[in-house]
């Protein structure tokens, strides 16, 4: 059985040992994150549904969309069945995420109806042709993707820093924040160094 279309890259299969950046936006551009408790609600989902089946290397919260760039191991090869179809956990986990955080959100805010876009979109950062098309190498595409996470704040206008926004992961590599579920050691090793300067 194949995996269900929820992520819109033409039926991908999540690999092992793949970097991939997964977003998604409120339907019509609506507003997913009233207040910082829809903030804290949305990550304590994603650390429930998605983060015990892969690496975490970064991740941003923005009032009407989010991004999360993952990285996979042997654990995405781990199928279950879910009604007709079998599932890999990351795929299931962000299906888990986004479902739960609905219903929530539509309770609490007397709505109904879809609250995200259909598709959630996973680009996977090994892809050839992309990486042609861009003249870069699998390391420069990461941290082209790394960066732009993490400075989506400042170009939407936001805040002047990446650092004043409280929603990413930024502070976590400064340094400004102690504990965070991504895997720094991992992000240094997909970076090609030993730390990061912002």
């Known amino acids: 059985m194949e995996t269900p279309d929820l992520f ?3 039926n991908m299969k999540l690999l ?3 970097s991939y950046h997964i977003y998604n936006q409120g339907n019509n551009q609506e507003c997913l994150f009233h207040d910082d408790s829809a903030y804290y609600s949305f990550l304590d989902l994603f650390k429930s549904y998605v983060v015990p089946h892969c690496h975490i290397i970064c991740w941003c919260l923005m009032p009407n969309h989010f991004h999360f760039l993952i990285h996979t191991d042997e654990r995405v090869n781990i199928l279950k069945k879910q009604g007709s ?4 956990p990351i795929t299931n986990g962000f299906r888990k995420l986004l479902s739960t955080y609905s219903h929530k959100f539509n309770l609490q805010n007397e709505r109904s109806g879809a609250l995200f876009r259909p598709k959630t979109k996973a680009k ?3 892809d050839e042709e992309a990486l042609k098309e861009m003249v870069l190498s699998a390391t420069e595409y990461f941290a082209k993707c790394f960066f732009y996470i993490h400075n989506n704040p400042v170009a939407a206008g936001l805040v002047s820093l990446p650092e004043d926004w409280k929603w990413s992961s930024y502070r976590f590599y400064t ?3 102690e504990s965070s579920f991504c895997n720094k050691e991992l992000a240094y090793k997909l970076l090609g160094t030993d730390r990061i300067s912002f």
Do not use: H, I, M, Q
């Not at 179809?85 to 890999?88: E, S």
């Open 8 to 10: 819109k890259t033409t």
């Open 85 to 88: 179809l079998l599932l890999d």
């Open 175 to 177: 340094g400004k924040r």
């Open 16 to 18: 092992p040992e793949n």
């Open 124 to 126: 996977s950062l090994a």
